[in-house]
């Protein structure tokens, strides 16, 4: 349970830095390196909807809804979790936190030309540094790493075009799972002296 909370917030945390534009609606997989190793999803988008898809867990995001749902296609099972909006970054060109931006040049990034980007951000009171290579084309940043080197975020394989309303809802026959601790009331009580 604990490992799943923990996919949600870092899928929360990888779409809204990955400064999507969510200028079209579109579908690719997205490849993620860091010193921990690499880790292979797949993107679903439209409009505001997210639906990413990992080893064998589903998460589907909705603002729309102010929800967060966690499927579990082995158990047929999801947790539901609330998305408070007012939590949520908007989602525009601009980085979160940039305060510069600089062209660096074009670059071909996965067959598809892009602008490279040099983009200083804060995060608090510190001033981190990104590479962003966005496409225009698609009107999305189709890669970012950072300056050093320590992680990097690609799209590839993306397809643009409208995506089934049945990818952003709860399939037919799952469960929901309680996130509910049980009260102390319930719990037994064997004491020992």
Do not use: H
């Amino acid at each position: 349970m604990k490992g799943s909370i923990r996919f949600v917030l870092a899928i929360m945390a990888i779409f809204f830095t990955a400064s999507t534009v969510l200028a079209a609606d579109f579908s690719c997989d997205v490849v993620q390196t860091s010193k921990a190793g690499t880790i292979n999803q797949k993107f679903f988008i439209s409009g505001d909807k997210l639906r990413t898809e990992t080893a064998g867990s589903i998460a589907i995001i909705r603002p729309d809804k102010n929800v967060m749902w966690m499927l579990m296609p082995e158990q047929k099972m999801y947790m539901e979790m609330p998305l408070d909006p007012s939590k949520v970054p908007a989602t525009s060109e601009k980085y979160p936190g940039e305060i510069e931006r600089a062209l660096i040049g074009k670059e071909d990034v996965d067959g598809r030309m892009t602008d490279k980007y040099r983009i200083v951000y804060t995060a608090g009171e510190v001033k981190t540094a990104i590479f962003q290579w966005f496409a225009p084309d698609i009107g999305i940043p189709v890669k970012t790493a950072a300056e050093d080197g320590s992680w990097t975020m690609e799209y590839k394989n993306i397809e643009t075009g409208s995506q089934p309303d049945s990818l952003f809802e709860i399939p037919d026959g799952y469960s929901k799972m309680s996130m509910e601790m049980p009260s102390m009331d319930s719990m037994p009580v064997d004491i020992e002296y």
